[in-house]
């Protein structure tokens, strides 16, 4: 009997809504501009992404005075590696939350206009975790930590390139608990266009592991990358 045995409604919907009892999903997509012909991670700040290694209060700034008192929620997991969120001001003093992790920033509040005019960076003991370019109202990252108590099933992987060339994408983890070393478990070649990757048979992803896409081009491209997550609560203590 299917876990899904009391909706006639389609996996992810239901899953969405609900219906399913300790499931929930998670959609992540990232952009990176100028992608060259070394990998680098697909997320707004551009270049290799750096996951801190000890956890600390979140600031957030802007290149932009214009944004400032304006509000962002962050969303990542906490020095335990639970899940956590907090609403910060831009140009304000830093949080409350002990971050280990920052995997989306929002804008809840604009302080010109309905978006971000100069790009917000929120930093974790000096180190930029997160940017939202200007007018995006929230950050285009590829990356993803698997909260403590969870564990998650990768179901679709995406990419798409500016230009026609020869683009090359990896789809790789780190266990945290399990050593130091990032595993590749997808790997897609694309000539620019559009590609989507979908798993009859999801990948299992334990709990507190690094999500990251990387992707390499043949001449400089902007490159965009995705993936949808089916989380399961596996520990209810």
Do not use: C
Request: avoid cysteine; aromatic fraction near 10%; proline fraction near 2%.
């Amino acid at each position: 009997m299917s876990i899904f045995h009391n909706t006639s409604l389609p996996i992810g919907l239901a899953v969405q809504r609900g219906d399913v009892n300790n499931f929930s999903g998670v959609q992540k997509f990232g952009y990176n501009s100028s992608v060259g012909t070394s990998f680098e991670t697909i997320w707004d700040g551009g270049g290799d992404y750096t996951f801190i290694t000890s956890s600390g209060t979140a600031t957030a700034t802007s290149s932009d005075t214009d944004d400032n008192t304006g509000t962002v929620k962050i969303f990542g997991l906490d020095s335990n590696y639970d899940l956590a969120e907090e609403t910060l001001t831009i140009g304000g003093s830093a949080g409350s939350v002990s971050f280990i992790r920052v995997f989306r920033v929002l804008m809840k509040t604009a302080n010109t206009g309905n978006a971000n005019v100069g790009t917000i960076t929120i930093t974790v003991s000096s180190t930029t975790v997160a940017q939202i370019l200007p007018t995006y109202g929230q950050t285009l990252m590829a990356i993803y930590t698997v909260p403590r108590k969870y564990q998650a099933y990768l179901v679709q992987l995406d990419v798409g390139s500016s230009k026609d060339l020869e683009n090359e994408i990896k789809f790789r983890i780190k266990q945290i608990d399990n050593g130091n070393v990032w595993n590749t478990r997808s790997f897609i070649t694309a000539r620019g266009g559009f590609t989507e990757k979908n798993y009859h048979v999801p990948e299992i992803i334990l709990e507190k592991t690094d999500i990251e896409m990387r992707a390499k081009s043949s001449a400089t491209s902007s490159i965009s990358g995705g993936f949808e997550l089916i989380l399961e609560k596996v520990d209810q203590s």
